[in-house]
T-cell receptor, first 114, second 113 residues
Framework: SQTIHQWPATLVQPVGSPLSLECTVE??????LYWYRQAAGRGLQLLFY??????ISSEVPQNLSASRPQDRQFILSSKKLLLSDSGFYLC?????????????FGDGTRLSIL | AQSVTQLGSHVSVSEGALVLLRCNYS??????LFWYVQYPNQGLQLLLK??????LVKGINGFEAEFKKSETSFHLTKPSAHMSDAAEYFC???????????FGTGTRLTVIP
């Protein structure tokens, strides 16, 4: 069966520090991969998605970047964190391109910027 | 562009009462629709999905949803609320051939003992 792992579960970082959040998927090949941010009391905002190695689409201009160095690995990064980067970050995967397949989510990383 | 509207950011029901969470979609063609549940500090878990088969979809934990094209709705229901149903619920939509889901802003369900 397929599983998705996100780490760390929680992270406290000072303003201006770098960031690296990692997500890996097991049990499937060539998944679509997604990064979302969920601010307190709000819905999910899609940040990046990837349909293959090295293919990254950005949904909103921001202080973050994403990379997919391997088929089932998706990394969210920042060179210098801002206060506004605080939030709950979720990674997700899906398969296929028909739109009828659900996304499956990791347990998230809660990022607090001080 | 696709979108979903969830009416009511907070819904409270008594334990044992009917749960009704509303979702209306905006799409020019019949979409694919999903309901997810999120417990505190966890990711989203798929409850059920509509992919143009039966209009009444049954999901996990006793939830079900009915696709009504004439009303552009996909409301989530459960006959009898349990305390364990207290969580945030998200409706999401995608179109044929789309890679992305578009999520509503969520409805927080409180179950009163």
């Amino acid at each position: 069966s397929q599983t998705i792992h996100q780490w760390p579960a929680t992270l406290v970082q000072p303003v201006g520090s770098p960031l690296s959040l990692e997500c890996t998927v097991e049990g499937t090949s060539n998944p679509n991969l997604y990064w979302y941010r969920q601010a307190a009391g709000r819905g999910l905002q899609l940040l990046f998605y990837s349909v293959g190695i090295g293919q990254i689409s950005s949904e909103v201009p921001q202080n973050l970047s994403a990379s997919r160095p391997q088929d089932r690995q998706f990394i969210l990064s920042s060179k210098k964190l801002l206060l506004s980067d605080s939030g709950f970050y979720l990674c997700a995967w899906s398969v296929g391109t028909g739109g009828n397949q659900p996304q499956h989510f990791g347990d998230g990383t809660r990022l607090s910027i001080l | 562009a696709q979108s979903v509207t969830q009416l009511g950011s907070h819904v409270s029901v008594s334990e044992g009462a009917l749960v009704l969470l509303r979702c209306n979609y905006s799409s020019s063609v019949p979409p694919y629709l999903f309901w997810y549940v999120q417990y505190p500090n966890q990711g989203l878990q798929l409850l059920l999905k509509y992919t143009s088969a039966a209009t009444l979809v049954k999901g996990i934990n006793g939830f079900e949803a009915e696709f009504k094209k004439s009303e552009t709705s996909f409301h989530l229901t459960k006959p009898s609320a349990h305390m364990s149903d207290a969580a945030e619920y998200f409706c999401a939509v995608s179109d044929f051939g789309a890679n992305n889901l578009f999520f509503g802003t969520g409805t927080r369900l409180t179950v009163i003992p």
